[in-house]
């Protein structure tokens, strides 16, 4: 197939679903460009979901993570006291789906209200609604002896879900927690002990309170959006995936975008596209694309020596991103997860439950449990995201698989700083220049300080007494807020959800139009990908931008 009607430039969540939609037509042709490889839902350290903790492990690197990933590194954050941070993303068909925490949050009914008022006119909450539950197949409603005996609060946890929030039989397998660490449980308790409501479902009438999370997950195996976007849909014979193929720039004819060229097998090509270029590269990679295209903002243009095609001045502006820091604490008791001698028993049982009931350890993502809360009486809703992890291991420091203790972790959900893409270099090999400014606002290093003083009240609830060792991090003796600022700005991390890079909106500094999802001023380009949300989504972003390609499907088949 060598003419295409549509040309995706970029094969991940965004790009999978929207080549899966749009070949829905058997009279549309579609190319889909991504520079990672396909086939990797086939490889063990991506189907088994505790295989996650792998991919940015350096001294595992033999096992593939690294060729799944780009390994970005952000600027020097001032409000983090000149610290980078790690910005990895996923590489492959399917994208970051492959890499992630496969945790499914929609974010706040209010989120979607809020981009309306900031222009994204029909956008609002009903509107999402709708694609959420044409996404999903809820496993709870599909198959509801998926997880037998799946209880919170005492009660089976299908019997407090309101359905009329979900959908069946979309291709996004959306699962409770296949086999959940007991000391979920123990968590539950000592969050109600310290004041804080049981919610079942993150993703229905409200969000605020404590739970389990649901997970892009199917028959307890990672469910990236290569299995269910691009597979169903890469054997339809109007349908190509062009893999291992770095995108250089657009191509332009004037004011309209015809191709996109790109380098494959030590040769540069272009590729045509008959009706439109959709870019779907991501909010690192997308504004990235545009600019080495000559569309951007002139100054930034000009200074890497690029001719300037197109003035569009929001280009790579309004970055947001989810910051997050921890406590982690040793336990006396060995029932979360870890290397030791005593309960090595216990971790062939895990090795064995995953080879045949995919059950056990190696179908956790560790971080079953967590909640939304508000940072302090000053808000109307929560503002803090918490994650409950039942180990005190990270990718980062594999040494500390070998101790038992848990990781709480809290994350400033509405940042108030505002970052930007830029480049380094008009090579489309180099990174693009990404800085986040994170905590240049001093509210958002104020919520993560009330996130641990929260992390702490539950720790120190009746329920964990049983359990309670030494506080590892950031350790009893740091109690001042000043001292805790100090250890934020040296323990905290991106939760990998960056967005708003192309936003949709009708002002001087919007770059898509939130009607077409167009670039404005050029004819034969979209932008689809979370690069075009106004404003980043309170929570885990996969779904809602698994939820505005299907819009944006839609909208393409609708002619808009």
């Known amino acids: 197939m060598n003419v295409y009607d549509y040309v995706i430039a970029g094969g991940g969540v965004a790009g999978c679903v929207l080549a899966y939609r749009l070949s829905e037509d058997p009279n549309v042709r579609v190319a889909v460009l991504e520079y990672g490889r396909a086939g990797n839902h086939k490889k063990t350290i991506v189907r088994m979901p505790l295989g996650m903790v792998c991919f940015m492990m350096p001294n595992l690197a033999f096992l593939g993570g690294p060729k799944m990933t780009y390994m970005f590194k952000g600027e020097r954050n001032q409000g983090l006291g000149g610290n980078t941070l790690d910005l990895p993303r996923g590489k492959a068909v399917g994208g970051s789906s492959m890499i992630n925490g496969m945790i499914y949050i929609r974010g706040q009914h209010e989120d979607f209200d809020r981009w309306e008022t900031l222009g994204a006119t029909g956008w609002g909450r009903d509107e999402m609604l709708k694609y959420f539950k044409k996404s999903e197949n809820f496993e709870i409603a599909d198959n509801p002896d998926y997880t037998p005996n799946f209880n919170i609060n005492g009660r089976p946890v299908r019997d407090q879900i309101d359905l009329g929030y979900h959908g069946t039989g979309g291709p996004y397998n959306v699962a409770p927690p296949r086999d959940p660490n007991p000391m979920c449980d123990v968590y539950f308790e000592a969050c109600k002990q310290a004041g804080f409501n049981i919610n079942p479902d993150f993703n229905g009438a409200s969000q605020e309170g404590i739970g389990y999370h649901w997970l892009q997950q199917k028959g307890g195996q990672r469910w990236g959006m290569e299995s269910a976007y691009a597979l169903p849909c890469k054997d339809r014979p109007n349908v190509e995936f062009i893999t291992e193929a770095r995108i250089r720039k657009l191509v332009l004819n004037g004011k309209k975008v015809t191709g996109v060229e790109y380098d494959q097998g030590g040769e540069t090509k272009t590729i045509s596209a008959e009706r439109e270029v959709i870019l779907s590269a991501g909010s690192f990679n997308s504004p ?50 870890g290397l030791s001698l005593p309960v090595l028993h216990r971790n062939v049982g895990h090795v064995l439950k995953w080879i045949f009931s995919r059950r056990g350890a190696f179908s956790s993502n560790t971080a079953e449990a967590g909640g939304f809360v508000k940072s302090h009486d000053g808000v109307d809703r929560p503002d803090l995201q918490l994650f409950f992890c039942t180990t005190i291991a990270s990718a980062q420091a594999s040494d500390s698989f070998f101790a038992h203790g848990w990781a709480m972790h809290a994350t400033d959900l509405r940042p108030y700083s505002r970052g930007h893409v830029g480049l380094h270099s008009a090579d489309p090999y180099d990174q693009p220049l990404i800085q986040h400014n994170f905590c240049q606002d001093d509210r958002d290093m104020q919520n993560l300080v009330r996130g641990i003083h929260i992390m702490r009240r539950i720790t120190d609830q009746p329920a964990f007494k049983a359990h309670l060792g030494e506080e590892m991090e950031p350790g009893r003796e740091v109690q001042s807020d000043d001292d805790l600022r100090n250890y934020i700005k040296t323990n905290c991390m991106t939760m990998y959800h960056p967005t708003s890079t192309c936003s949709m909106g009708i002002g001087p500094m919007a770059v898509t139009d939130p009607g077409s999802l167009r670039v404005h001023g050029l004819e034969g380009l979209r932008v689809i990908d979370a690069s075009v949300f106004p404003c980043v989504t309170s929570g885990n972003t996969m779904a809602p931008t698994v939820a505005v390609a299907e819009k944006g499907a839609d909208l393409i088949k609708a002619g808009t």
């Not at 600019?291 to 930034?300: A, N």
């Not at 300037?308 to 336990?331: A, F, M, R, Y």
């Open 288 to 337: 990235q694309v545009l600019m080495l295209s000559g569309i951007g903002p002139g100054h930034e243009l000009v200074k890497q020596g690029i001719e300037v095609q197109h003035e569009l001045p929001g280009v790579g502006q309004n970055l947001q991103d989810h910051i997050d820091t921890w406590v982690k604490q040793k336990s006396t008791s060995r029932i979360t997860y």
